[in-house]
Nanobody, 122 residues
Framework: VQLQASGGGLVQAGGSLRLSCVAS????????MGWFRQAPGQEREFLGA????????YYADSVKGRFTTSRDNAENTVYLQMNALKPEDSAVYFC????????????????WGHGTQVTVSS
């Protein structure tokens, strides 16, 4: 069982990145999928989540209107499109899978990817 996140990098403020998270060993369609980030010295922060049943995603206020998450069940992949990036968005970004509806809480996620670094320069 593995989640592999990719797509991070260095971008200027105002720019965009798209993160991908590919699952292997299990089907994403059976899980709620979440995105988190963690900056040095800070707690892991919830960004957004997709319910396994579909419907509108949930977003944290800090990224609402700038970040969009989606899934491609056929590719067993979830995406995080990040627009209008700010220096304070710099962090390691993680995807995670949960079967618990408390999608804002990291402790309820069962599988985690290793994370991908996003750095936004001013």
């Amino acid at each position: 069982v593995q989640l592999q996140a990719s797509g991070g990098g260095l971008v200027q403020a105002g720019g965009s990145l798209r993160l991908s998270c590919v699952a292997s060993g299990f089907s994403l369609r059976s899980y709620h999928m979440g995105w988190f980030r963690q900056a040095p010295g800070q707690e892991r922060e919830f960004l957004g989540a997709l319910r396994r049943s579909g419907g509108e995603p949930y977003y944290a206020d800090s990224v609402k209107g700038r970040f969009t998450t989606s899934r491609d069940n056929a590719e067993n992949t979830v995406y995080l499109q990040m627009n209008a990036l700010k220096p304070e968005d710099s962090a390691v970004y993680f995807c995670a899978a949960s079967q618990n509806v408390n999608w804002r809480t990291a402790e309820y996620y069962k599988f985690w990817g290793h994370g991908t670094q996003v750095t936004v320069s001013s």
